[in-house]
Nanobody
């Protein structure tokens, strides 16, 4: 059974940092794109960041560009999201996602991902 488990969420003040981690189990994702999405109350799930299979190419939503960094460790079957200079509008549940099919590029729409974690809450206070 494939599982993606996020960790690292919490409460932080404006300007602070958090590092989210996502551990995959049940299969390896070393040849698969992975990404992070988020969903705030009353809003649709939105793309945050994506990474290709090697970690050589990354892509970010404009709202987080320059503040967030996605990375992966294929040996550990994990993906991380370093979040700096956090703002209250970053408050949301953050989800890790993985694509089931092998691909050498990244994807930034939710429909391109097949596996999802349960989410971790990030709250940024003003």
């Amino acid at each position: 059974q494939v599982q993606l488990v996020e960790s690292g969420g919490g409460l932080v003040q404006t300007g602070g940092s958090l590092r989210l981690s996502c551990a995959a189990s049940g299969r390896t994702f070393s040849l698969h794109p992975m990404g992070w999405f988020r969903q705030a109350p009353g809003l649709e799930r939105e793309f945050v960041a994506a990474i290709d299979w090697r970690g050589g190419s990354t892509y970010y939503a404009d709202s987080v560009k320059g503040r967030f960094a996605i990375s992966r460790d294929n040996a550990q079957n994990t993906v991380a999201l370093q979040m700096n200079s956090l703002k209250p509008e970053d408050t949301a549940v953050y989800y890790c996602a993985a694509r089931s099919r092998v691909s050498y590029i990244y994807y930034y729409t939710a429909k391109d991902y097949d596996y999802w974690g349960q989410g971790t809450q990030v709250t940024v206070s003003s």
